[in-house]
Each structure stands twice: as C-alpha cells, then as structure tokens.
C-alpha cells in the first residue's frame, strides 16, 4: 500500500540507479521551473525508511537539491508491497505513458532487464520489446543491447536523434578509435544510411586491400581537402568523399565511368535520349532508351542519332568496352 509523505531529500539515496533508465540524466530545464513554481507531482520511492530507493523522478530530485530544497512530497511503496522487478515495470509504465522512450532509453532497459533482473531472453523478446514499439526480433534485441557498450559521445548524438539507429549498428563493429572517427564523419556530414554504408563499405575494402589502417584512409590529405572545403554544401561534401573512396576502390572502373561520362558530353545528346554502358562495363554493347510523344519528335530523334553514329567519340566509346 503506498503513502504520500514529505521526504528529506537526505534520506534518498541518489546513487542508487536499479530503476532509472532516463538518458541523459539532465535536470537544468527542471532546475529553472522548479526554482520558479516549485515541485508539482510527488516522486515515487520505495523502501521503509532512510534512505529510500527512486523508482521514479531522479532528475526532479536533483533538480530539486540543486535549488535546495530540503523535502519533497513522495509517494512511497513499501518493499512488501512492491519487489524490484515490480518497481521497474512500474517505472516503465510511468514513462512510456507520459513520452516517448529514446533509442538509449530503451536499450539500458533491455540491459537491465536481461543483467539486472535475470529475465529471459526471448520473454524479453516476445513481451518487453512490442511494449518498447520494438519489433520482436532477436536481432533487434542484439542490436540494441550494443549500444549500452558505445562512447556517450555516440550515445548522446543517438538518444538526441542525431545519428541514426541504423547507422550506429553499422559502425559497432569496428574498434574504438574507427567508430569515432566514423562517428564524426556520419554526423558532421550528415550522411544517410545509403551513402553512409557504401562510404564504409570502401574503406573496409580498400583497408584489406592495401593493408592500411582504417582511420589512415579517413585522414588522407584529399579527403582532409574535400572536408575542409567551405565553398561546397555538406550533401556535396559527402558525394565528393563517395566519389574520391570509389576510385581508390575501383581505380579502372572510375577511369571508364570518367571517359564514358566525357564521351557522353561530346556527343551532346538531347535529353530524350539515353545511352548507357553494360553494369561495371562488363559487356560490349551500349543501351539506348529513347522517349517520344509523336511521330516528329521520334523522327527529330532518329536524326539526332545518325549524326551521332558518324562521330568519332561513338566510335570511342564503343572501342572502350572491347
């Protein structure tokens, strides 16, 4: 049975953290409305006396010792009334119904319920992750638990919507420094998880490849270039750094794409037509598409082709992918 009280903020033990799951513990928005109007709902504690365990409201305490205040008004839960497991879903229910959970949030209370409270992986899975809006999966369970051991650099940016989910799974697996370097790159350039993946799929390969490091490839003086620049947009940035990974990766392929792409420009096809190379240039015929609305505008294109066919650069082209 639980009772309102007022409770000394010196008989809770504010170190004791079983229940809390808030990330990141901030309590300055709180300290300036509290210093202002005071404390409007009562925490929730739980224990029989000093000093008391927070199961909800640490960051209202805080804030609250910080403006000193000496009590506060608590709901209290006797330990006969409610086990630690009890108290912790208590805790979840609280929060889920008054916000949404951040991604860090809901991993730290993966953590806890599977180191903490010694419960079931897959009860986990099946009933703690769908109350969380987190699919069932035992990968996604993997994945979220990977973030309870990453840098609170990278956990800040995540619970904070600045780094993607996606991306931070992505970038888990390489060693400290890698991920931070990687870290840094994803969020400054704000790249997205198509672009981030290819990026880090080049590096990985060009780092087997050449034996180099890693974080060397990343703090190459052209890259270092491309990123210092400040007459380019970050979207511009991040191609530039895609394009520079691409042709250390694939420095034949990126020479083929270069001549293909300057042929095309001497040719100066409308753009009603469309001619492009076999994938990777493995092949030796070029593909036309062609788009019309009426018989002129096919016969102004079937023109537009018979001039091309008797330029020397078609003929260029075509001698490229023998």
């Known amino acids: 049975m639980r009772v309102l009280k007022r409770v000394s903020i010196e008989d809770i033990n504010l170190n004791d953290h079983r229940f809390v799951f808030s990330y990141p513990l901030s309590y300055q928005r709180l300290y300036n ?98 109350l969380l809006e987190l699919p069932p999966a035992r990968k996604v369970f993997k994945n979220f638990l990977i973030f309870n051991r990453m840098e609170e650099e990278l956990k800040l940016a995540i619970a904070k919507g600045e780094f993607a989910v996606e991306l931070a799974w992505e970038i888990s697996k390489f060693s400290h420094s890698e991920r931070q370097v990687l870290f840094r790159l994803g969020r400054d350039l704000k790249l997205g998880i198509n672009k981030m993946r290819e990026i880090i799929r080049y590096l990985e390969e060009i780092s087997l490849r050449d034996g180099t490091p ?55 096809l409308p753009p009603d037509l469309k001619l492009t190379p076999p994938p990777f240039f493995e092949g030796d015929k070029l593909t036309l598409k062609a788009q019309f609305n009426s018989p002129e505008a096919l016969k102004d294109l079937a023109l537009t082709l018979l001039e091309a066919a008797e330029k020397e650069t078609l003929q260029r082209l075509l001698e490229d992918l023998l």
């Open 33 to 130: 409305s509290i210093k202002e109007i005071g404390l409007i709902s009562p925490v929730l504690l739980r224990g029989e006396g000093s000093p008391y365990q927070v199961i909800d409201g640490l960051q209202r305490i805080l804030a609250c010792q910080k403006a000193r205040v000496p009590s506060i008004e608590a709901l209290i839960y006797p330990e006969d009334s409610l086990d630690e497991l009890g108290g912790f879903h208590l805790a979840i229910h609280l929060n889920i119904h008054n916000r949404s959970l951040n991604p860090i949030e809901k991993a730290i209370i993966l953590y806890k319920l599977l180191n903490q409270f010694q419960i079931d992986p897959e009860k986990i899975i099946q009933h703690y992750m769908p």
């Open 214 to 268: 890693l974080v060397s490839l990343l703090t190459a003086e052209d890259i270092q270039r491309v990123l210092a620049q400040e007459r380019i947009n970050l979207p511009q940035k991040g191609e530039k750094l895609r394009q520079i990974l691409k042709e250390k990766r694939y420095p034949q392929l990126s020479k083929l794409e270069k001549t293909f792409s300057e042929g095309l420009k001497k040719l100066r």
